[in-house]
């Protein structure tokens, strides 16, 4: 960035907004300080088996990636970064209490995100007071892993942090895997795109991964779909009451409170018992319009790229490698999966 553009940037972003990426910078940084060699992590006797373990895991499951994809692998997760807390970011998205919609921030020359993540804490818990002093509903959670996109402006890539150590093998290898494919592909600030595409790649990848019997791929699959199924639950339920805000327009809290109680909780439960599922997740924890729009996010074209690639009818290699390809002259005036379909 040219000093130029530096005054600008001082010049129109506000000192709250200044003092965010002041610390974003300072966390991001604080990162690469300290970090170990994986294979200095390895031999070093202090650190548990378990975690070394997983490293190895790490180092494995990327080796595949990049062969998978036919791709020169770059030194991502080469090192080991010991975090002073479980998470390595707090992530906080607000809503109004009349609408269904993560609320962006903007930055100059960076763009706009529908949500902020800290490396304190405590930052986000005070960002997540003062928006619900201003009277918006809130969702805050933890991160354990993220991607800086493999940036090539950026002097250092990501490292393997401490917080992945909080996931089983199978877990830890769907992270990677997922983590690894916004490396390859990032659609401009499409966060809801990257972030199904991501998981979608992730979940088929398991599979040639692990080699599967038949058997345990069929229940490998069966998982993906009751989930997928119930994740389609949750966003039509979020979209009836969107629509129920709109048509009464008053009472916005009461409307939310018994939407919860009378219809969201009996239909969720009585979905985790169509779909034989042990373990009925959206239960767990309170939901409010924040988590909601938290929710879509991450899962509203999850049905639109499981579409395209059925469309497609390719390989997952030649699918992935041709939205690389696709992505590379999109100009962002149209949703990119359009663009795609438009030029096969």
Not at 24 to 30: F, R, T, V, Y
Not at 278 to 299: D, H, I, Q, V
Request: with cysteine; proline share 4%; hydrophobic share 40%.
């Amino acid at each position: 960035m040219d000093v130029l553009r530096v005054i600008l940037l001082f010049t129109l972003v506000s000192c709250a907004k200044m003092s965010y990426l002041a610390e974003q910078g300072i966390g991001q940084i604080s990162l690469e300080y300290e970090d170990i060699d994986n294979e200095d992590f390895l031999k070093d006797p202090n650190y548990s088996d378990e975690h070394k373990q997983k490293v190895k895991i790490i180092m494995k499951v990327k080796d595949y990636f990049f062969k998978y994809y036919g791709l020169k692998a770059y030194p991502i997760y080469d090192e080991v970064k010991l975090l002073d807390q479980e998470a390595v970011t707090y992530l906080v998205i607000h809503s109004p209490k009349n609408e269904i919609k993560a609320m962006p921030t903007s930055f100059p020359f960076m763009g706009s995100f529908p949500y902020l993540g800290f490396f304190s804490k405590e930052s986000a818990k005070e960002y997540k007071q003062d928006k619900e002093a201003q009277d918006f509903q809130t969702y805050m959670r933890p991160v354990y892993a993220y991607s800086t996109l493999n940036n090539p402006y950026w002097p250092f890539h990501d490292n393997i942090l401490s917080s992945f150590f909080y996931f089983k093998e199978k877990e830890l290898t769907r992270l990677v895997f997922h983590e690894l494919v916004h490396t390859i592909l990032f659609v401009g600030s499409d966060v809801t795109f990257n972030e199904n595409l991501a998981q979608f790649v992730a979940d088929k990848m398991m599979l040639d991964y692990y080699q599967f019997d038949q058997k345990e791929q069929q229940r490998q699959q069966e998982n993906v779909k009751r989930n997928n199924l119930l994740k389609q639950e949750i966003v039509a339920l979020a979209s009836k009451l969107n629509k129920r805000y709109q048509l009464e327009k008053t009472n916005f809290d009461k409307i939310g409170d018994e939407f919860l109680q009378n219809v969201f909780k009996p239909r969720i439960k009585k979905k985790c018992a169509e779909l034989q599922m042990k373990k009925c997740w959206p239960l767990s924890g309170p939901w409010n319009n924040a988590r909601f729009a938290a929710f879509k996010t991450y899962e509203a074209k999850h049905n639109d790229i499981s579409d395209l690639y059925q469309q497609l009818n390719l390989p997952l290699k030649d699918f992935v490698l041709l939205l690389i390809k696709l992505e590379k002259n999109y100009d962002a005036d149209s949703d990119f999966i359009s663009h795609v379909r438009a030029k096969v």
